[in-house]
T-cell receptor, first 113, second 111 residues
Framework: KAGVTQTPRYLIKTRGQQVTLSCSPI?????VSWYQQTPGQGLQFLFE???????NKGNFPGRFSGRQFSNSRSEMNVSTLELGDSALYLC????????????FGPGTRLTVT | QQPVQSPQAVILREGEDAVINCSSS?????VHWYRQKHGEAPVFLMI?????EQKGHEKISASFNEKKQQSSLYLTASQLSYSGTYFC????????????FGQGTRLTINP
């Protein structure tokens, strides 16, 4: 069974631009969560989607948004990029929503200059 | 609130044992343990649910003391492949997917 895939793997953007990251969960998994990982803050929860609905949201500004499609694929968007948005963005999928085991993708390394 | 992991880093020789602790100030429903190797995604190790059960995974096991809101990860007879950063993620509500992760414990196993 294929794992979680994320595209692109690396991205360099300029301050003020916007970016869209994509995540394809493991086949059959309907829940997708997004995390931001930085050396200073560690792994921080962004949001979780299940059946195209946002179930949970972390403490991030409104510049961070996401959505999930009917095939469970998910995208997250960051508008008006700031230098502090440079991070590894990880997507994790699980079979159902709730506190169950999550399988992480390789992440997208975003660098904002 | 972010759980606190201790120690922050530990260096062992192959074959030695290690214990990594995860403490929360909030009541916990579940504790999740992950290992992340440098440049790779976190890999799921195990979940412990409210009830104080202990779980095992090869030579890696964990316990969950819900009264103390603490979990400990035990690595026995460590192998080189155990090197990496270990994270605990906690959830305070059944069915809540919002995991809050600790800062991680960097484990280095030397030959």
């Amino acid at each position: 069974k294929a794992g979680v895939t994320q595209t692109p793997r690396y991205l360099i953007k300029t301050r003020g631009q916007q970016v869209t990251l994509s995540c394809s969960p493991i086949s059959g998994h309907r829940s997708v969560s997004w995390y931001q990982q930085t050396p200073g803050q560690g792994l921080q929860f962004l949001f979780e989607y299940f059946s195209e609905t946002q179930r949970n949201k972390g403490n991030f500004p409104g510049r961070f948004s996401g959505r999930q499609f009917s095939n469970s694929r998910s995208e997250m968007n960051v508008s008006t990029l700031e230098l502090g948005d440079s991070a590894l963005y990880l997507c994790a999928s699980s079979f159902i929503a709730g506190s169950y085991e999550q399988y992480f993708g390789p992440g997208t390394r975003l660098t904002v200059t | 609130q972010q759980p606190v992991q201790s120690p922050q880093a530990v260096i062992l020789r192959e074959g030695e044992d290690a214990v990594i602790n995860c403490s929360s100030s909030k009541a916990l429903y579940s504790v999740h343990w992950y290992r992340q190797k440098h440049g790779e995604a976190p890999v799921f190790l195990m979940i412990l649910l409210k009830g104080g059960e202990q779980k095992g995974h090869e030579k890696i096991s964990a316990s969950f003391n819900e009264k103390k809101q603490q979990s400990s990860l035990y690595l026995t007879a460590s192998q080189l492949s155990y090197s990496g950063t270990y994270f605990c993620g906690t959830a305070g509500i059944q069915g809540a997917q919002k995991l809050v992760f600790g800062q991680g414990t960097r484990l280095t196993i030397n030959p």
